[in-house]
Every structure is written in C-alpha cells, then in structure tokens.
C-alpha cells in the first residue's frame, strides 16, 4: 500500500500493472473502497499503469470528521492526488468522475461510469436514512455484519457470491467506531446539488465516454444512466441483465472487458 499527505491527511493507493502503459485510475463509491475493484485488476494490468485509490475517509486512508466528504471536495483533493504523483493524462474509470471530468476534461482520455449516480436522482436509500440524525445514532450502535450482509445481497444478482470472505472486505472498515463514524459523514455530506451545477457542462464534454449499467440495480434507477448518455456527446451504454449494483462483483470479466475494448476503439 502506498500513500500520498495532502494537508497532513494520508490518502492510501496502490499501484500496479504495467509501467510502460497508459495510466488509469480506479475510484470506488460511497459504500466500498480499493477492495471494489480487486477482480477487474488482472484483465487491466497486461497493458495499463493501474491506480487504485481510496477516498479520505475510506478503506486504508485517514478517515478526518472536520473535513466534508462531498463528491465535490473528493473530485478536488483527487485532482490534488494525480497532480502530486506527476499524472497529465489518464483514463478515469468510477466514482466522481463527472464532476472531475467537466473540470479538467484536458486530462483524461477517457471515462467509464459505471452503475454511477446522477442529477438529482440520488442520495438513494439506505443512504438517506442515515443522513437523518436519530438513524444515524441507531446504526452506530446497531449496525452489525447482518444488517450490512443485508444490505450487500441488496445490491448484488448473483446473491450466492455475498460470503464470509465478501462480507469481511465490506466490514472491514466498519469494525470500530471510527470506521463507522466516517461512513455515516460520507453519507452526510452527499449533496446532489454537485451534480446538478454540472448538469449543463456535461453536455459540452468531448472525452470518449463509456457508461455502464446491471440492470438489476436497486439502488440506482434505469433513468440516470439513460439520462447521461442522451447529455454526453459521443457517449456509449451498455446494460447487463445479470448484474445489479455491484457490477464489479457480479461480473468483473463482462466489465474489465468492455472497458478494455471501448478504450481500444477509441485510441488504437
């Protein structure tokens, strides 16, 4: 595990791949973190430098209360990390990749969205119930590994795959209360007015542009998907019946592949 220091906070990542290759960087969402992305790792490596990050607040890095967890000041100190580590150019593939894209669209050379949030058509539940404050009281003491295995199931197809050994990747950060304390501010701090300020600018955007959807998505309509690729110019969708939230989980090859040949067409 590596580590970048912004403003005395440490943001944990790691590195791996081929070094001659074409950068990309992985961002997790809100409920996960690095670990999300672990199945797709061996298709991307042959030919990409591949960044795995966590966002402050999840997974391995600092998990500070005293700083907001918006998607909007992720996409800044995430500007902030590729800077740091000396990156101008790359594909970005995940969470707050829209706003960062209509802010330094010049960087990237392409953006994979997947299963991602939209417009104003989020925060989502559970997420809603725990920005309420008697909740959020509740799940610091209730929350348990039932209640979260629960919750998993709910955005998965293949329900079978929610194990010991998934549900301890998923627990992991949440095992103290520190860990919880920092899920329950990302949640907080989640407006869906960062999106909606650039709902207009995306429509501008000329970076080649990939969305993916599970269909099976409880948690995310079909609508913000459809919606982002009638707004972003050039861009392509694709859709998947076996899969739901979790995409990374339910198929990984169908995902790691597709991203794989879409980046191919697109540059060669």
Same mark, same amino acid.
């Given at each position: 595990?590596?580590?970048?220091?912004?403003?005395?906070?440490?943001?944990?990542?790691?590195?791996?791949?081929?070094?001659?290759?074409?950068?990309?960087?992985?961002?997790?969402?809100?409920?996960?973190?690095?670990?999300?992305?672990?199945?797709?790792?061996?298709?991307?490596?042959?030919?990409?430098?591949?960044?795995?990050?966590?966002?402050?607040?999840?997974?391995?890095?600092?998990?500070?209360?005293?700083?907001?967890?918006?998607?909007?000041?992720?996409?800044?100190?995430?500007?902030?990390?590729?800077?740091?580590?000396?990156?101008?150019?790359?594909?970005?593939?995940?969470?707050?990749?829209?706003?960062?894209?209509?802010?330094?669209?010049?960087?990237?050379?392409?953006?994979?969205?997947?299963?991602?949030?939209?417009?104003?058509?989020?925060?989502?539940?559970?997420?809603?119930?725990?920005?309420?404050?008697?909740?959020?009281?509740?799940?610091?003491?209730?929350? =348990?590994?039932?209640? %979260?295995? /629960? &919750?998993? +199931?709910?955005?998965?197809?293949? @329900?079978? $795959?929610? =194990?010991?050994?998934? %549900?301890? /990747? &998923?627990? +992991?950060?949440?095992?103290?209360? @520190?860990? $919880?304390?920092?899920?329950?501010?990302?949640?907080?701090?989640?407006?869906?007015?960062?999106?909606?300020?650039?709902?207009?600018?995306?429509?501008?955007?000329?970076?080649?542009?990939?969305?993916?959807?599970?269909?099976?998505?409880?948690?995310?309509?079909?609508?913000?998907?459809?919606?982002?690729?009638?707004?972003?110019?050039?861009?392509?969708?694709?859709?998947?019946?076996?899969?739901?939230?979790?995409?990374?989980?339910?198929?990984?090859?169908?995902?790691?592949?597709?991203?794989?040949?879409?980046?191919?067409?697109?540059?060669?």
């Amino acid at each position: 595990m590596l580590y970048a220091v912004m403003n005395n906070q440490k943001i944990c990542y790691t590195r791996s791949g081929n070094a001659n290759g074409d950068v990309m960087l992985l961002v997790h969402g809100i409920t996960t973190y690095s670990f999300i992305w672990r199945k797709l790792l061996p298709f991307l490596e042959k030919d990409y430098d591949v960044i795995v990050i966590d966002l402050l607040g999840c997974g391995s890095s600092d998990m500070p209360l005293d700083v907001s967890y918006s998607i909007k000041a992720h996409e800044e100190r995430l500007f902030t990390f590729v800077e740091q580590l000396g990156i101008q150019h790359f594909h970005l593939v995940g969470g707050i990749a829209q706003i960062f894209a209509t802010n330094h669209a010049k960087m990237l050379m392409s953006l994979s969205l997947i299963n991602t949030v939209g417009y104003d058509f989020w925060p989502v539940q559970p997420i809603i119930a725990i920005r309420t404050p008697v909740i959020r009281q509740l799940l610091m003491g209730a929350l =348990d590994l039932g209640m %979260m295995r /629960l &919750f998993v +199931k709910a955005g998965m197809y293949h @329900k079978e $795959r929610v =194990d010991n050994a998934l %549900m301890d /990747l &998923f627990w +992991k950060p949440l095992r103290n209360s @520190k860990g $919880r304390k920092a899920f329950m501010h990302f949640a907080r701090c989640l407006d869906n007015h960062n999106l909606m300020d650039i709902a207009n600018q995306l429509k501008l955007l000329d970076i080649p542009t990939l969305i993916m959807r599970g269909d099976a998505d409880s948690f995310l309509g079909a609508s913000t998907a459809e919606k982002l690729h009638a707004d972003i110019p050039s861009s392509q969708l694709l859709r998947i019946d076996t899969a739901s939230h979790y995409l990374m989980e339910d198929e990984p090859e169908w995902t790691a592949e597709n991203i794989l040949t879409f980046i191919r067409e697109q540059h060669g």
